[in-house]
């Protein structure tokens, strides 16, 4: 079982940079695949970015390439997102998920754990 709590959400202004920060439980987690997604209101959850477990490959979704990197600290059982440059249509609930898989990890399904999600709103 892992645990994941995300943290650093909030109200940022349009150009504006923010960092999430995803802890979680457990003795295992450089064991799995890190990914953020996001949700906004009437829409589908979305990836975002995902990490291996060592932090050697990353894939981003080309919504957020070049504005959004993720990243991850194994002593610390944390994973990052940070993302500058944000823009109104980056307004979502996001999420990260912990998975064993990397082929499909754009995929939701690739996933066995999630946190709670923390909010970003940006203005314009």
Not at 29 to 38: L, P, V
Not at 58 to 67: H, L, Q
Request: net charge positive; proline share 2%.
């Amino acid at each position: 079982q892992v645990q994941l709590v995300e943290s650093g959400g909030g109200l940022v202004q349009a150009g504006g940079s923010l960092r999430l920060s995803c802890a979680a439980s457990g003795r295992t987690f450089s064991s799995y695949t890190m990914g953020w997604f996001r949700q906004a209101p009437g829409k589908e959850r979305e990836f975002v970015a995902v990490i291996s477990r060592n932090g050697g490959y990353t894939y981003y979704a080309d919504s957020v390439k070049g504005r959004f990197t993720i990243s991850r600290d194994n002593a610390k059982n944390t994973v990052y997102l940070q993302m500058n440059s944000l823009k109104p249509e980056d307004t979502a609930l996001y999420y990260c998920a912990a998975g064993h898989g990397w082929t499909s990890a754009a995929t939701a399904n690739a996933y066995d754990y999630w946190g709670q999600g923390t909010q970003i709103t940006v203005s314009s």
